[in-house]
């Protein structure tokens, strides 16, 4: 006989119910609405970014009327403050599911919108945005190849994609690996992290290498016209130089970052 939850006993037969643990587990969405959660990897890889797509789209002026970029996954709206000082002229749109993301993105931001990579997709037509901005985003996706398919909707024929995520083959994961440790930025645990450097969970459920980030991102409809490399944050502060040196080579950086367009 096994006690139940409620101290009396439950049959040893197979209809007998099976319970589980009495403390909750939270779904993704309950982890992704927790503001203490840390969804960016830092200043400097929304500042690279957002040179990225200010070369490409050129300034906001007579003859070339201001584009609309979509932050989708827009969090706090942070990183999008940091790109509207670079992409001057230019209208950016925060865009969650999340309400309470969007309340704090709102001060930031001139516009927000609530909408989903899932279900009826985004609130916008098909080929109204000049450009997506991505940012650490697709690792924390179930269904990465649809929320690629709906970006790849929203986008105007060559419109921008500028998409980033941590890079599973960094230079400093590769040595983990060789010594058998869990590598940075993957996880196994919604609740702790176990067998690698850090403490902070952030619930990423996918992880790419450069090569294969490419061949995804180009599989979804779109040509990738260049990858480069952002640091880490989170890095120790004596191994900073070495971060922002491996940036040189994107396969090995802390940071990858795609600029794509729709083909």
């Known amino acids: 006989m096994t006690p139940s939850s409620n101290g009396s006993a439950a049959g040893n037969s197979p209809e007998a119910p099976v319970h589980s643990p009495t403390r909750p587990v939270p779904g993704l969405r309950d982890f ?4 203490t959660v840390p969804v960016a990897s830092g200043e400097a890889r ?9 070369d490409a789209l050129g300034p906001a002026g007579p003859g070339r009327p201001a584009a609309t970029v979509l932050d989708v996954g827009c969090g706090d709206g942070s990183a999008a403050a940091t790109a509207a000082r670079v992409l001057k002229g230019h209208r950016i749109v925060g865009v969650d599911w999340s309400q309470d993301a969007l309340r704090r993105a709102a001060p930031r931001l001139s516009q ?3 909408g989903e990579l899932t279900g009826g997709g985004l609130p916008f037509a098909s080929g109204s945005a000049d450009a997506v901005l991505f940012s650490e985003v697709v690792e924390h996706l179930v269904d990465p190849d649809s929320a690629l398919d709906e970006l790849h909707r929203v986008l105007r024929p060559g419109g921008h994609l500028m998409l980033s995520t941590p890079n599973l ?3 400093y994961n590769r040595g983990l690996l060789l010594a058998g440790v869990q590598p940075v930025f993957s996880e196994v645990s919604l609740r702790r992290i176990h067998g690698r450097p850090g403490s902070q969970v952030v619930g990423h459920l996918r992880l790419y290498t450069a090569r ?3 061949e995804f991102v180009a599989a979804s409809g779109f040509e990738v016209v260049t990858v480069a490399g952002a640091p ?3 890095v120790p502060r004596p191994l900073r130089p070495l971060d922002r ?3 040189r080579l994107p396969s090995l950086s802390s940071i990858l970052l795609v600029h794509a367009r729709k083909v």
């Open 32 to 35: 992704y609405e927790d503001p």
């Open 212 to 214: 294969a980030l490419r």
């Open 169 to 171: 083959a960094a230079w």
């Open 245 to 247: 040196l491996a940036c």
């Open 112 to 114: 927000v919108v609530r």
């Open 232 to 234: 880490f944050h989170g």
């Open 46 to 54: 929304s500042l690279r970014q957002a040179q990225m797509l200010a």
